[in-house]
Structure formats: structure tokens, C-alpha cells
């Protein structure tokens, strides 16, 4: 089985090198076909690509002799210890004699399973997008597009969070651009499933001639709408611009049943969700500057996120009443010399079960600033502080007591940088921290476990990238 996936990812990797070369082939013999005159043999090629890729790459200790480890009580806790990850993005653009433009867009996912930390080759690889769009086919501002996508508005970097819509479907969508009004209608539809006992399940059965086989007992997807709009203002005061996004989501997914563990039958019903929200934003009122307001109200399977199998369900196995309501920030402001950038939310969940005092409901905030300090154009001296605190509604199942875990962390990253901006990349930084914890902290980790002492480093050494990347653009 590792011999097929190391075959697989070596394919894999062959056709990732050779389609540059692939495509300027195809553009050539396209050339060749049409018998353009040598006039007009410079013009562009109708086919055209482009490489991007996102990545970060980390190495770290905790001073005691132990790799580093990203220290969270809340969802979405800072970015500084994040592990591992690399997108690589494949795209073309084929344009058509009357203008017309088809984007393909392929984005390889590859996981923190790096061969020098684990010794092991198979790696894990992950097809994030895969979809074709399609624009200027006769309606101006139109874009249409087909395939699996990741959709997302905007983030908070230091948390690595997309707090208003981040989701992740099968399916199809449109984008209208109206230029006369700077303003943007995204619509889009499509489904996903997790190989979950929420979703998916198969048995091996008697068959004939005493032979087995697969049955397909539980088979439900999610299916999932979103319909996005947004109103810019371009230069309402001075040089400074604003938006104004609305946002709604909805969910929904059949019935079904799954086998448990002592081999009984177990009925999931339909079950639904929602979600809205709205941001607003500014940009352009000082170098690389921006601040972002975001609110978010779900119920049901929206209160979950796309990619979440919802637990804490009423008695009949149904999400409908949970909620969540969560507001966020962030913003960055530089000047040639310093900048600052922020990010923070707060976030109320309820599930949907009717248990009063119930530790799965809480109250968890965040929030994280980073100044630094721009020594040079390639040296910053980075500094950043964050905190993040979970109440809970009831006692720790692991104490029997009533804790609210919180840790207070303190970094500091000197940094090379390809030029002055807090979001200047490549990068090369060295990464320090030290993380305060409570005791409601320490006792989220099994006593004995490395993680529960109250002051812990981290000390590291972290690339990061991204360009003509189809996440970061």
C-alpha cells in the first residue's frame, strides 16, 4: 500500500514538473496549426500559465529536549506555532479568439507530515481546489465557474481565521460585477461529504458462496448555499475606501442510518442549518493599512462550519438548535519605520442539546497584536502579545470542577523579509514565545503530559510564502 502511494505521489510530482513544459508545447503546436504569418508570430499565446503557491515551513523545540507545540484553549487560537503546510497552485488561462477567458485552477495541499520530523515518506496530499472559470463569454462582469473551491472573503492573518464565510464544497457558482457601482453578487451551491458515521458508512456483509461484501449503509452529503454581497466606496474620504459585505449561508442534509458499536441500528434524521452576517471595511487611509469589522449569527449545522461533524445533538440527533454568534476585528497600519497589525474575536456557542450547565457551551475570546519594527528593508524586528481565555457553562469533564482556561503569550520575531510591509513575503524569522497558563489551561492536557506545565517556550526557525496563489490573492 505505501509502494502505490509513493508511486502515486512520484506521477504526481512528474506531472507537476512537466506541466510548464506540457503547456508551451500545446501553445506551440496551436501556433503551428494556425499558420500565423511571421508578422504576427511575437503575438501572446492563447494559453497561458501560471505557477503560485502558499507555504510555511517550521522547525522548533521546547527547550526541554521536545519539538515545539502550539499551545490553544480556544478555536482559533495565534498563528505563531502553526505547523507545517504547502499549497501548490497550477493555473491556465485559455483565451478565445472574441476575449473570452477560461481559468483552470488546481491547488495541491501538502500536510505537516514532513519526512524529516517522522522519517516516514508517505506523505499526506490533499486536492483543494479543482474547478474551471469562466469569464467575458458575452455578459460583461459575469464570471461562472464549476469544480471543488475553496470560497473565502477576508481573514485574520494572525489567527490564521476566516471569521464571516470560509467554506469548502463541490459544486458551482457565479459572480456578477457591476462596475457602474462597484458592486459584487457571488452566488454558489454545492455539497460536500466527511467519511464520518455522520455521514458515511459501509460494512462487509455475507455474500454469495460464502464471500463478503461491501454494503453502503449510510450515504448522505451536506449540501451548501451561499449568496454574498458586496458595496465598495471608493475615495469617501480622501484617499480612504470602504465596503460593506452581506452574507448568507445555508445547509441542509437527509436522513439516514449508521450501525453502531454493539451492532443496532441508529436513525439520523434531516436536519438544516443557517447563517448570516456582515463585515465592514476600510482601506487606503495610510500605507498598507486596513481594519475590518466582522458579525456572524448561525443556527444548526452552520453554527458547526462546513467541515465540522456536529456534536452535542438533541435527543433526536438533530443540530437545529445549536448556535453561535461571534464578533471579529482586524487591521494593520504601517509607516516606513513601524507597523502594527491586530486581530481578535468573540465567540458565544450553544449546542443543541438542552443540558443546562453543559461544558460544551462557552464564551471563548482572542485577541493577538503585532508591532514591528522595520531596521532595514530586509531586517524587522518583530514583537507580538496575545491572549485567550474559554468560559465554559459547566464543570470540566476532566477535574469535576469549574475552570476557565486562558493563556497569556509573549513572542518575539526577528525577521528577514524580501522588503519593508508586515505582509512583505518570502520571509525567514526566528520564532520565540512563552505562554503563561492557567490552571484551567494546564488541565486541558492528561496529567503528566509535557504540555501542562505553567510556563512553556518555543523556540524556532520558520520560512513563510505566498505568490499568484489562488488562496492569498
Given at each position: 500500500?505505501?509502494s502505490?502511494?509513493?508511486?502515486?505521489?512520484?506521477?504526481?510530482?512528474?506531472?507537476?514538473?512537466?506541466?510548464?513544459?506540457?503547456?508551451?508545447?500545446?501553445?506551440?503546436?496551436?501556433?503551428?496549426?494556425a499558420?500565423?504569418?511571421?508578422?504576427?508570430?511575437?503575438?501572446?499565446?492563447?494559453?497561458?500559465?501560471?505557477?503560485?503557491s502558499?507555504?510555511?515551513?517550521?522547525?522548533?523545540?521546547?527547550?526541554?529536549?521536545?519539538?515545539?507545540?502550539?499551545?490553544?484553549?480556544?478555536?482559533h487560537?495565534?498563528r505563531?506555532?502553526?505547523?507545517?503546510?504547502?499549497?501548490?497552485?497550477?493555473?491556465?488561462?485559455?483565451?478565445?479568439?472574441?476575449?473570452?477567458?477560461?481559468?483552470?485552477?488546481?491547488?495541491?495541499?501538502?500536510?505537516?507530515?514532513?519526512?524529516?520530523?517522522?522519517?516516514?515518506?508517505?506523505?499526506?496530499?490533499?486536492?483543494?481546489?479543482?474547478?474551471?472559470?469562466a469569464?467575458?463569454?458575452?455578459?460583461g462582469?459575469?464570471?461562472?465557474?464549476?469544480?471543488?473551491?475553496?470560497?473565502?472573503?477576508?481573514?485574520?492573518?494572525?489567527?490564521?481565521?476566516?471569521?464571516?464565510?470560509?467554506?469548502?464544497?463541490?459544486?458551482?457558482?457565479?459572480?456578477?460585477?457591476?462596475?457602474?457601482?462597484?458592486?459584487?453578487?457571488?452566488?454558489?451551491?454545492?455539497?460536500?461529504?466527511?467519511?464520518?458515521?455522520?455521514?458515511?458508512?459501509?460494512?462487509?456483509?455475507a455474500?454469495?458462496?460464502?464471500?463478503?461484501?461491501?454494503?453502503?449503509?449510510?450515504?448522505?452529503?451536506?449540501?451548501?448555499?451561499?449568496?454574498?454581497?458586496?458595496?465598495?466606496?471608493?475615495?469617501?474620504?480622501?484617499?480612504?475606501?470602504?465596503?460593506?459585505?452581506?452574507?448568507?449561508?445555508?445547509?441542509?442534509?437527509?436522513?439516514?442510518?449508521?450501525d453502531?458499536?454493539?451492532?443496532?441500528?441508529?436513525?439520523?434524521?434531516a436536519?438544516?442549518?443557517?447563517?448570516?452576517?456582515?463585515?465592514?471595511?476600510?482601506?487606503?487611509?495610510?500605507?498598507n493599512?486596513?481594519?475590518?469589522?466582522?458579525?456572524?449569527?448561525?443556527?444548526?449545522?452552520?453554527?458547526y462550519?462546513?467541515?465540522?461533524?456536529?456534536?452535542?445533538?438533541?435527543?433526536a440527533?438533530?443540530?437545529?438548535?445549536?448556535?453561535?454568534?461571534?464578533?471579529?476585528?482586524?487591521?494593520?497600519?504601517?509607516t516606513?519605520?513601524?507597523?502594527a497589525?491586530?486581530?481578535?474575536?468573540?465567540?458565544?456557542?450553544?449546542?443543541a442539546?438542552?443540558?443546562?450547565?453543559?461544558?460544551?457551551?462557552?464564551?471563548?475570546t482572542?485577541?493577538?497584536?503585532?508591532?514591528?519594527?522595520?531596521?532595514?528593508?530586509?531586517?524587522?524586528?518583530?514583537?507580538?502579545?496575545?491572549?485567550?481565555?474559554?468560559?465554559?457553562?459547566?464543570?470540566?469533564?476532566?477535574?469535576?470542577?469549574?475552570?476557565?482556561?486562558?493563556?497569556?503569550?509573549?513572542?518575539?520575531?526577528?525577521?528577514?523579509?524580501?522588503?519593508?510591509?508586515?505582509?512583505?513575503?518570502?520571509?525567514?524569522?526566528l520564532?520565540?514565545?512563552?505562554?503563561?497558563?492557567?490552571?484551567?489551561?494546564?488541565?486541558?492536557?492528561?496529567?503528566?503530559?509535557r504540555?501542562?506545565?505553567?510556563?512553556?517556550?518555543?523556540?524556532g526557525?520558520?520560512?513563510?510564502?505566498?505568490?499568484n496563489?489562488?488562496?492569498?490573492q
Amino acid at each position: 500500500m505505501k509502494s502505490q502511494r509513493l508511486a502515486r505521489t512520484a506521477a504526481l510530482l512528474a506531472c507537476v514538473a512537466a506541466a510548464p513544459a506540457a503547456t508551451q508545447e500545446l501553445a506551440q503546436q496551436q501556433t503551428e496549426q494556425a499558420e500565423i504569418p511571421a508578422a504576427s508570430a511575437a503575438s501572446p499565446s492563447p494559453l497561458q500559465f501560471r505557477f503560485g503557491s502558499y507555504g510555511r515551513v517550521v522547525g522548533a523545540s521546547d527547550l526541554r529536549g521536545g519539538a515545539g507545540h502550539a499551545l490553544s484553549v480556544v478555536s482559533h487560537g495565534p498563528r505563531l506555532e502553526e505547523a507545517s503546510y504547502v499549497e501548490l497552485d497550477f493555473q491556465t488561462r485559455y483565451t478565445a479568439a472574441d476575449d473570452a477567458a477560461f481559468d483552470t485552477v488546481l491547488t495541491l495541499a501538502l500536510t505537516d507530515a514532513l519526512f524529516h520530523l517522522d522519517g516516514d515518506f508517505d506523505g499526506a496530499i490533499a486536492l483543494r481546489n479543482a474547478y474551471v472559470e469562466a469569464r467575458e463569454f458575452g455578459v460583461g462582469g459575469l464570471s461562472i465557474w464549476a469544480g471543488s473551491r475553496m470560497l473565502r472573503g477576508d481573514d485574520i492573518y494572525l489567527l490564521d481565521f476566516w471569521p464571516l464565510d470560509e467554506l469548502n464544497t463541490v459544486g458551482g457558482g457565479a459572480r456578477y460585477d457591476v462596475a457602474a457601482t462597484n458592486t459584487t453578487v457571488s452566488l454558489h451551491g454545492g455539497v460536500n461529504q466527511l467519511h464520518d458515521t455522520y455521514q458515511y458508512q459501509t460494512l462487509e456483509v455475507a455474500g454469495p458462496s460464502f464471500a463478503t461484501e461491501e454494503l453502503l449503509l449510510l450515504d448522505r452529503t451536506r449540501a451548501v448555499g451561499s449568496l454574498r454581497l458586496e458595496q465598495r466606496f471608493e475615495n469617501v474620504l480622501g484617499a480612504t475606501s470602504a465596503k460593506v459585505v452581506v452574507y448568507a449561508e445555508g445547509q441542509g442534509i437527509g436522513s439516514g442510518e449508521y450501525d453502531n458499536a454493539d451492532d443496532v441500528r441508529v436513525a439520523l434524521p434531516a436536519d438544516h442549518g443557517y447563517a448570516v452576517g456582515g463585515q465592514i471595511g476600510m482601506w487606503g487611509f495610510g500605507r498598507n493599512a486596513f481594519a475590518n469589522a466582522f458579525v456572524r449569527y448561525a443556527r444548526g449545522l452552520s453554527a458547526y462550519g462546513v467541515l465540522a461533524v456536529p456534536v452535542g445533538l438533541d435527543t433526536a440527533r438533530r443540530a437545529a438548535e445549536a448556535r453561535s454568534v461571534r464578533v471579529a476585528v482586524s487591521g494593520n497600519y504601517e509607516t516606513r519605520w513601524v507597523g502594527a497589525t491586530v486581530g481578535g474575536y468573540v465567540q458565544w456557542f450553544d449546542d443543541a442539546d438542552s443540558t443546562r450547565y453543559d461544558p460544551d457551551d462557552y464564551t471563548e475570546t482572542v485577541l493577538s497584536l503585532r508591532p514591528v519594527v522595520f531596521v532595514t528593508d530586509h531586517f524587522h524586528q518583530a514583537f507580538e502579545a496575545s491572549f485567550q481565555r474559554r468560559v465554559p457553562e459547566g464543570l470540566s469533564a476532566r477535574t469535576d470542577t469549574y475552570l476557565e482556561p486562558a493563556i497569556i503569550k509573549l513572542a518575539a520575531l526577528p525577521t528577514l523579509s524580501v522588503d519593508r510591509g508586515v505582509y512583505a513575503r518570502p520571509q525567514i524569522r526566528l520564532i520565540y514565545s512563552v505562554s503563561f497558563l492557567n490552571e484551567g489551561a494546564q488541565a486541558a492536557w492528561p496529567d503528566g503530559d509535557r504540555r501542562t506545565e505553567p510556563v512553556q517556550h518555543y523556540l524556532g526557525v520558520g520560512a513563510e510564502w505566498w505568490f499568484n496563489s489562488s488562496s492569498y490573492q
